[in-house]
């Protein structure tokens, strides 16, 4: 037998998210956001199940020639574009949309060789100052690039900072509805938060990320909890050791968690090592034989401990869920400080993938 962790991928799970989200926005098309190795669970393993969307969505020419290695001929769209002029010949080659943020990008399609146009998502900083051109310079940029014979489709593009607040995509929309005032133009603003929350941000084409995975953009699984979005990702492994603990006796690194009376603990094959994240505290939610409890003390790097009490029946060989059906990985981000993305994208690549 080898170590007992392993991730498994519920696929039935991420085509299901699909229809909900293909629900949520039945006037756009889907651009699913398959980026970071489709948020850590494998694009190469997922991207069949998503084989109803519309168009995928990534950063990586890897990972776009992948998916056109493995038959997709629909719509990729590299949300980054390129990052070099040199890399248009294999856009054009694989018939890759490019999004555009920048002057140099306009210069190096303007001057490429190329077979055919090729169409692009011109990015406008809708206020998050990350990328893209500023709404007032929309209007010229957009008039520049029809005039150019490499340009295919033009679609205008922006993000949101702040999609999962109530009133976060107020000033964002004006700055967009500023800069496509005239333009009879395409629009793909929403990512998964808009798309749940703010169906005014639809438009043409919606880019879902987080909420096909089965997590929740706001971090708050409680935000998600009545959709119907199911995780994908379930994190299991098993208790390898039992300890009985006298009151005062610590366990772990730092001797962070301190027994304050008679206590059994398990001690599971999983660790930061994994990509459980180190900073959780005690009483971070863990399920044990079905029982939820909570680890205690600090995540080792290929170990943790969880509390028994709840459930004295648990002995070695015991079934855990770190995170996934049951014990929601949004909480234990929450606990941890962090988000469910970053806990999908660090599955550590020594742990073992399962797909049902
Ligand atoms: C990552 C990303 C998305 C998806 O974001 P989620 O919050 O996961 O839905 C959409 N658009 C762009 C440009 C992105 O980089």
Redesign the pocket.
Known sequence: MSRPITASLNLEALRQNLQIIRRAASGARV?S?V??NA?GHGLDRVWSALGATDGF?L?NLEEAILLRERGWKGPILM??GFFHADELELFDKYRLTT?LHSNWQVKALASAKLHDPIDVYL?MNSGMNR?GFAPERVHSIWQQLRAIPNVGELTL?A?FAD?EKPDGIIEPMKRIEQAAEGLACRR?L??????LWHPETHFDWV???????GAS?SGQWQDIAASGLKPVMTLKSEIIGIQTLHAGACVGYGSRFRAQGEQRIGIVAGGYADGYPRHAPDGTPVLVEGVKTGIVGTVSMDMLAVDLTPCPQAGIGSPVELWGEEIRIDDVAAASGTVG?ELMCALAPRVPVVTL
């Open positions: 651009w956001v980026k970071a948020y969505a950063l949300l980054e999004s990015k990328l593009m993000h999609a793909s929403a990512n998964s938060a808009a798309t880019r879902p990320g987080i909420i096909l995975y953009p993305y």
